[in-house]
């Protein structure tokens, strides 16, 4: 099992950057794929990065494509997103979550482990 804690959400306006952090604690981090997922109210969660457990390969939906690097540390524990040139659209609470396989899943339903989400809300 394995407990995430994000951080790093706040305002920001059109244009700006936001670094979101990730720490897990438990399970050893790198037996985990891990993803970004965000849900603004209203919409289903959607998939806004996946990294695989070496950290080697990476997904991004074409909403963030060249906006968005997903990145991890291993020996850290930690996940982190970095999200330049934000838009008022990329406003929703972000979510890290560990998935318990080998596969870099981009469905919600596939992850085992939540964190509690953080604010993003980015002013135009």
């Known amino acids: 099992q394995v407990q995430l804690v994000e951080s790093g959400g706040g305002l920001v306006q059109a244009g700006g950057s936001l670094r979101l952090s990730c720490a897990a604690s438990g399970r050893t981090f790198s037996t985990y794929v891990m993803g970004w997922f965000r849900q603004a109210p209203g919409k289903e969660r959607e998939c806004v990065a996946v990294?695989?457990?070496?950290?080697?390969?990476?997904y991004y939906p074409d909403s963030v494509k060249g906006r968005f690097t997903i990145s991890r540390d291993n020996a850290k524990n930690t996940l982190y997103l970095q999200m330049n040139s934000l838009k008022p659209e990329d406003t929703a609470v972000y979510y890290c979550?560990?998935?318990?396989?080998?596969?870099?899943?981009?469905?919600?339903?596939?992850?085992?482990?939540w964190g509690q989400g953080t604010q993003v809300t980015v002013s135009s």
């Open positions: 979550a560990a998935d318990n396989s080998y596969v870099t899943h981009t469905r919600p339903e596939d992850y085992d482990y």
């Open positions: 990294i695989s457990r070496s950290g080697g390969y990476t």
